[in-house]
């Protein structure tokens, strides 16, 4: 096996660095690969969120019941999930549409070791069975659901949790006034540079993210959360123009 094909090897993303035709990004082998480097670089705020998703399990995760972790990719935050639940009888499940990342999220379950099993599958979020859940998280996920079609997964999640039981949602998001997004833009942009990414990576990347993560703002997202069945929603984390909210089902 060549070093490049070591299942967990950590390698740097270059995928935008030399210029390429325009298409739109997709969670292929060629992203998988290099996912924990792109997402840790990408995404302010990331390397905090996960492991206060460990803390926030801990805190609603319920005995007997479900936990989710929808578009878990390599199942950092599935992972995170399984070191907080204090439940022995609870299911963890992370579920995701790329097979490239469910067969290598495979080897980082394998490496870890914790008695909880992990049950992975390889499917669409918007159809995956749902039940008996306590703490269920997107992270970073839903944005790339089409927007329309956002609800009917949210109402089926809440449908699926149990009184007390919790959604951990993580976004990015946008801002309603032109100069907040500006800005705030502009700092996820320097964040980037700072880790390394060059002007035309930051394009490259910023077109082919452009149809298919769709953000949107935290009051259309506390809305539509509120009308799909949770009580109460909570921002616990922003940096820029990242957001992680908890959406909570009253007891
Ligand atoms: N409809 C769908 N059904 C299943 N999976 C999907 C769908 N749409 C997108 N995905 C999957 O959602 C994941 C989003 S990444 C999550 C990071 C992870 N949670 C982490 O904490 O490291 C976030 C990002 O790349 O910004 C990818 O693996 C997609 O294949
Ligand atoms: O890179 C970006 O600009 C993002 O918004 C985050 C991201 C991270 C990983 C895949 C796609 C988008």
Known sequence: M?????????????????????EDFRFDAAVARVFPDMIRRSVPGYTTIIPMIEVITEQYAQAGSNCYDLGCSLGASTLAMRHGIPFGDCTLVGIDNSAAMIE?????IALDDHSLPV??????????????ASVTTLNFTLQFVPPEERSALLSRIAKATRP?????????????????????????HEFKRANGY?????????SA???VLIPE???????????????RVLVWYQCFNFVSMLAIKAD
Request: a negative charge; proline letters at 2%.
């Open 2 to 22: 060549s070093k490049s094909d070591r299942p967990t090897e950590t390698l740097t993303d270059r995928l935008f660095a030399t210029e390429r035709q325009p």
């Open 104 to 108: 290598r999220c495979e080897h980082y």
């Open 119 to 132: 049950s992975l599958r390889c499917e669409n979020i918007q159809d995956t069975e749902l039940s008996d």
């Open 164 to 188: 007390g039981g919790v959604l951990i949602l993580s976004e990015k998001i946008r801002f309603e006034s032109e100069d907040e997004q500006d800005t705030q833009t502009r700092l996820h």
């Open 198 to 206: 060059s002007d035309l990576e930051i394009s490259q990347k910023r």
């Open 209 to 211: 993210i452009e149809q």
């Open 217 to 231: 703002t935290l009051s259309a997202h506390t809305q539509r959360l509120k009308e799909s069945g949770f009580d």
